[in-house]
């Protein structure tokens, strides 16, 4: 979770950042100042989330809690397909090595 606007930088900068070190990370921006050049510029710079002060609570652990659900499975289906692709790449393995 990132403010809009932080002591030494604006939070979009640091979105740009987290972006690109930690991609699949949930990014949440919350501001006291609505305007929609803000939120435009939070959306092109990658946010997931945009939330104005006083946040609602509810509302947020709501977000939260998909976007965790959401990493959770794309984990498990990123697994099941490496899984899949070893079972697979070992059979055409054995395969070749019968033929040969």
Do not use: C, W
Not at 63 to 89: I, N
Request: proline fraction near 4%.
């Amino acid at each position: 979770m990132i403010d809009i606007r932080l002591p030494d930088m604006e939070g979009t900068e640091l979105l740009t950042a987290l972006k690109e070190t930690i991609p699949k990370m949930v990014k949440i921006i919350m501001t006291g100042f609505p305007a929609l050049e803000n939120a435009a510029r939070a959306i092109n710079k990658g946010v997931d989330g945009f939330f104005i002060k006083p946040v609602n609570t509810d509302e947020l652990l709501r977000f939260v809690k998909a976007a965790l659900d959401m990493q959770r499975h794309e984990s498990e289906y990123t697994q099941e397909k490496v899984a899949q692709f070893v079972e697979t790449r070992v059979k055409e393995l054995q395969t070749e090595e019968l033929n040969t």
